[in-house]
Every structure is written in structure tokens, then in C-alpha cells.
Nanobody, 123 residues
Framework: QVQLVESGGGLVQAGGSLRLSCAAAGRTFSTGGMGWFRQAPGKEREFVAYINWNGDSTDYTDSVKGRFKISRDNAKNTVYLQMNSLKPEDTAVYYC????????????????WGQGTQVTVSS
């Protein structure tokens, strides 16, 4: 079992940056892929980024490519999401999740979820 706690959200102006962290507790953290998802008010939860177990494979949704970077430090049991050039449309609650197999972009393929951290980008 894995427990996940996100942090690092906040209010930022458009063009600014934030770094989200996801601290994990659990024996299997370093052996599994991790993902970031986000959910804006009135919208479905959407895939943002994925990183495999050792960090040598990543994937991003098109709208954040070139602006966001996912990374992980297995020694610290932590996954990060560096978000640069933020836009108002990036405003959402951001969740990290532990991938259990299957499609890396499907929320149903993630077994454990954090409580989320709010990111608000003002124009």
C-alpha cells in the first residue's frame, strides 16, 4: 500500500512557476510509475504527466509539453512536478497517483491517490 501527500500548490500570476511535490510512504514506491492529474471545477480529472519507476521514461499531455517537467527522487520517496509559464487554464486541483499497470493516461489505472493540492493562476 502507498500513501501519497501532495504539497506546493498556491496562487501565482500567469507566467509564473510552481513546483509540486508528492511524498510517498510505502514499500513499493520505487518500483512503480507515478502520475500527476488535475481537475478543474466542473471538469473531469485529466492526465498531466507520468514518470516510470526509474525516471528514464516520461509522458505529458500536449497542453503542458515544454512547460511542465515531472521528476522523481526514489531515495526521498518523492515525485515532483515543475510547472513553468503557468496559464490561467492550468488552474485546478492537482493530484499525484501511483500507477498499477495498463494505460498511463487513464485515471482508472492508478490505484492510490493523494488528497490534492490547489493551483490557481491569475491573469
Amino acid at each position: 500500500q502507498v500513501q501519497l501527500v501532495e504539497s506546493g500548490g498556491g496562487l501565482v500570476q500567469a507566467g509564473g512557476s510552481l513546483r509540486l511535490s508528492c511524498a510517498a510512504a510505502g514499500r513499493t514506491f520505487s518500483t512503480g510509475g507515478m502520475g500527476w492529474f488535475r481537475q478543474a471545477p466542473g471538469k473531469e480529472r485529466e492526465f498531466v504527466a507520468y514518470i516510470n519507476w526509474n525516471g528514464d521514461s516520461t509522458d505529458y499531455t500536449d497542453s503542458v509539453k515544454g512547460r511542465f517537467k515531472i521528476s522523481r527522487d526514489n531515495a526521498k520517496n518523492t515525485v515532483y512536478l515543475q510547472m513553468n509559464s503557468l496559464k490561467p487554464e492550468d488552474t485546478a486541483v492537482y493530484y499525484c497517483a501511483a500507477h498499477r499497470g495498463g494505460s498511463i493516461r487513464a485515471a482508472l489505472e492508478y490505484r492510490y491517490w493523494g488528497q490534492g493540492t490547489q493551483v490557481t493562476v491569475s491573469s
